[in-house]
């Protein structure tokens, strides 16, 4: 018995030895799975197919994805070398990034599908990420907006109630009218963000913007106007309204603060007010260059998100070192204090009234960098609305062209990427698997009129003030 114990004993033994050796064994071969499995994953996106890249950018503070993503060193994270470089103006930049000087830039959102819709410049234009929300306000000169003033509600303190509506300014253009003057105002390209929200404002204060019509070769934008809007380039802003060639502007910061700061006009509203966190610039390449680079494009995409992430987190605790990068003259190069302005959480209108806007800069919250199709769906409908698309389209065409242009597929493969990485967490994200591309009805606009992507025609219906189902210019 005890020679049989003693066998049994070694037994045992031997498996006891051989179970741990086993368990290790699986436990190596799980390790070694899971590496292969986050090596697989990771390879999903291959190497760059360029490495060198040069992207554009006009000197405004919502180049910030940009500058951070340089600046950080995420750009290299994704073994890209990148240059960054400023423009001249808005043409020159989607003309650049066209014939491939540019290997990609920042744009106005409404950029990629005016050219891929052929409006102005024909080219197919792509955008897989929303560079930031909201950025924007309108400035009128001191002379301007003492004239309104008198139309504006006071508050108890005797300061302006906001959100101050255009009707505040229609009594001032009808009286410049009534003279036979013109009254100019400045905005920063026919397809630019700032054209539509400037005219919406002024529509929704019974002020008429005018009309395009490109089948009549007029597209001065200025058919019927009550306002005549013609474009400034960003920078230029100030000095135009100083000089009083324009009575007013729609831009982008710091441009309004410089007004402010310079003493010579007061912002009376921003975009935040006219269209609660509406998107603002994108990242665009042409789609020609997306089908060459895929891993590149992919990689730039993911630098960017990261950056985004960054200019937000741990509510906006590192605005201020960017503002010092983006008050340098290789970026925006205005003064700090002029980019702290609005970068840090404040917007100051009158002199001396600044107040808390905690949202005027939005880049990662409220998934501001998804590329929505409704999104681009509105732009489309602006772009109906004043006459730059001539012609009535069906609903399904503004899906379509929303779908051409707008890419939340190569999003998500780099926001997954990200994910798997341990750079970023999926609940960061909108639900991929769930995702439409439609944001929910948006009904804080300054008329308060709702607008529901999936529904561009009926949108255009609810408006007094411009072109909707058959009308023509």
């Known amino acids: ?139 009128v000169s001191n002379d301007i907006w003492a004239q309104m003033k008198p139309n504006i509600p006071k508050d108890a303190d005797g300061k302006p109630v906001h959100p101050i509506s255009a009707s505040a300014l229609k009594p001032v253009v009808e009286s410049f009218k009534d003279e036979g003057k013109p009254f100019n105002m400045g905005m920063v390209f026919p397809v630019s963000t700032h054209n539509y929200e400037l005219r919406y404002w002024l529509a929704a204060g019974g002020i008429h913007p005018g009309y395009y019509a490109p089948k009549k070769g007029d597209i001065s934008g200025q058919i019927g106007a009550d306002a005549l809007l013609s474009v400034t380039p960003p920078p230029q802003m100030p000095a135009t309204m100083e000089a009083g060639t ?105 002199k001396g009234d600044k107040r808390e806007v905690p949202d005027f800069n939005v880049f990662f919250r409220y998934n501001a960098t998804y590329p929505y199709y409704s999104d681009a769906i509105w732009y489309l409908t602006q772009m109906r609305r004043w006459g730059q698309i001539a012609d009535n389209k069906p609903d399904s065409w503004f899906m379509d062209t929303a779908k051409k242009v707008y890419r939340p597929d190569i999003y998500a493969t780099a926001a997954k990427e990200l994910i798997e990485e341990g750079l970023m967490e999926a609940s960061e994200f909108p639900n991929f698997e769930t995702e439409t591309g439609f944001k929910p009805p948006q009904s804080e606009f300054i008329d308060n009129v709702t607008y529901d992507g999936r529904y561009p025609n009926k949108y255009l219906e609810s408006f007094e003030i411009g072109l909707k189902g058959d009308d023509e210019v």
């Open 1 to 139: 018995m005890k020679k049989t114990f003693g066998h049994y004993e070694q037994s045992q033994g031997f498996l006891k030895t051989h179970a741990a050796s086993a368990i290790k064994f699986a436990t190596k071969v799980a390790a070694v799975g899971a590496l292969v499995a986050s090596m697989q994953a990771q390879a999903e996106i291959g190497e760059p197919e360029k490495e060198d890249l040069k992207f554009g950018f006009i000197k405004l503070t919502d180049m910030a994805p940009l500058a951070i993503a340089y600046e950080n060193g995420y750009f290299e994270d994704e073994g890209l070398y990148v240059t960054l470089e400023a423009q001249a103006n808005w043409k020159v930049l989607l003309d650049r990034v066209i014939d491939g000087q540019l290997d990609g830039a920042h744009m106005l959102a409404g950029q990629p599908l005016g050219a891929t819709i052929g409006f102005g410049t024909q080219a197919h234009i792509i955008t897989a990420f929303s560079m930031d929300l909201n950025g924007n306000g309108i400035t």
């Open 246 to 350: 324009i009575y007013g502007y729609c831009v982008g910061e710091p441009w309004n603060q410089q007004a402010v700061f310079k003493g010579i006009g007061v912002p009376v509203i921003t975009d935040y007010e006219i269209w609660k966190d509406n998107p603002e610039k994108v990242f665009g390449v042409s789609n020609e260059w997306a089908d060459e680079y895929p891993n590149t494009h992919l990689r730039v995409v993911k630098a960017m998100i990261r950056a985004a992430k960054w200019l937000d987190e741990n509510n906006n605790a590192n605005r201020p070192e960017a503002v010092e990068i983006l008050s340098r003259s290789e970026y925006v190069g205005a003064d700090y204090d002029v980019i702290a302005n609005s970068m840090t959480g404040t917007f100051e209108y009158e």
